[in-house]
């Protein structure tokens, strides 16, 4: 099936308001529009004022399966001078989400991306300015639906970190080996050997019955409930870096770290046997093993330190506050990144033993209310000075 491309005046022509579907491909891809029904001629008004309905289908759509969406807005710009019109088109690439992204910080970054594409248009120095802003379009792709199914080869970035046991199935019950692998005492962890893991099962007394396979993240909640067990669960984005899809609420005494693979078809669950070595190289060179808090990823060295939290006292009491925070996982600026400007000479730093801050205030009267009105002259006396004194 070959996708057709819509136009802007079919973009333009529906008569629907709000946010509608103007186009589907297969299952896997949905575009809709909204309107500049209230024509403004600001884009972060424009921006502003349809962000809600975006964050509501963006949700929506995001119930079942992992997305990757983007932006296009329609604009129509004028030469003052010569009077002549031109439309334009800015658009984002495609961002990954899920349904624990956080939806209004992906749509300010690309609101930002769009608004600079306007900026290096309108710098070129062409003499074009805004006339009206028409559209703005939403696509979203379906990645894949989120179901651990059958076996997937992981890539050698991850083989490498000897940090996952990877189940070679050829069902759908992946996320049962994935949690059985826990209790593996074989020297080759990754050979299904149905005999042994059905004695597994029974050893473990664990309720399988309770969950469909291929298994949704959905049914994660009632697997913990019906089991009294906890289980993380962690994938990776468009940058192939890991973050946390799914956390627990309480780790309890069985608890499993569990990874989901996707490639472009399905999804695969492993089992997580060393999560400092799982996470370890996206925080750090450092080999030697870190205390990490498995929400956020923030890490904690074993040797003590009066200026940051240490140790695992140090993780528990991070873990207090953490816990309110949405999940998530910081993204901090990399190397080259020109943006930043960052000091790395941290041998080179000393501790102070005190700090103050102080803020001044004082209270201003107006000479002569009246005139101070009329004028925009300084007609104000100091009335009353508050000081400090170290
Ligand atoms: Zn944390």
């Known amino acids: 099936m070959k996708r057709k491309t819509v136009t802007k ?9 709000g946010l509608f579907e103007i186009e589907r491909f ?22 502003n004022d349809v962000r809600d309905k975006l964050i509501l289908k963006l949700k929506q759509s995001c119930l079942q399966s992992s997305i990757k969406f983007n932006l296009h807005v329609d604009s129509v710009y004028e030469r003052i001078i010569t009077q002549e019109v031109q439309d334009l088109a800015f658009k984002t690439s495609n961002t990954l989400a899920c349904n624990s992204s956080d939806f209004n910080k992906l749509l300010n970054r690309m609101f930002d991306k769009l608004l600079s594409e306007q900026d290096q248009f309108l710098a070129k120095g062409s003499g074009w300015s805004l006339k009206t802003i028409d559209v703005l379009q939403l696509r979203i792709n379906i990645v894949n639906p989120l179901r651990g199914g059958t076996y997937i080869d992981l890539p050698e970035f991850m083989k490498d970190k000897k940090a996952i046991i990877n189940v070679k199935n050829n069902d759908d019950k992946c996320f049962k ?13 990754t050979y299904l050997n149905k005999k042994y893991f059905k004695m597994l099962e029974k050893k473990s007394g664990l309720d399988f019955k309770c969950i469909d396979f291929p298994t949704p993240i959905s049914q994660m909640k009632k697997f913990e409930r019906v089991n009294d067990v906890s289980i993380n669960l962690y994938s990776l984005n468009d940058k192939d870096h890991i973050f946390p899809l799914y956390i627990c609420d309480i780790e309890k005494k069985k608890h499993f770290d569990l990874f989901l693979f996707n490639n472009d078809e399905t999804s695969h669950y492993c089992y997580i046997k060393n999560f400092s070595r799982f996470v370890r190289s996206q ?14 990823f923030t890490t904690f060295g074993n040797n003590p330190c009066k200026s940051k939290l240490w140790g695992m006292k140090g993780l528990i009491e991070h873990q207090h506050n953490c816990r309110k925070n949405q999940l998530g996982r910081p993204i901090m600026f990399e190397e080259g990144d020109d943006e930043f400007i960052y000091f ?6 000393k501790r102070i033993p005190i700090v103050i801050y102080a803020d001044f205030e004082c209270i201003l009267t107006p000479k002569k209310p009246d005139e101070y009105i009329q004028s925009c002259e300084k007609k104000k006396k100091h009335m009353l000075h508050i000081c400090m004194k170290l």
């Open 9 to 17: 005046r079919q973009r333009m022509t529906s008569s629907d308001e």
């Open 344 to 349: 790395k000479n941290y041998k080179n730093t």
């Open 26 to 47: 297969k299952k896997c891809s949905k575009t809709f529009v909204i309107k500049n029904t209230l024509d403004f001629i600001d884009y972060m008004l424009f921006f």
């Open 177 to 189: 080996y994935s949690i059985l692998s826990k209790f593996d005492n074989r020297s080759n962890k």
């Open 283 to 296: 925080k750090t060179k450092n080999c030697s093993k870190l205390i990490i808090c498995k929400r956020c």
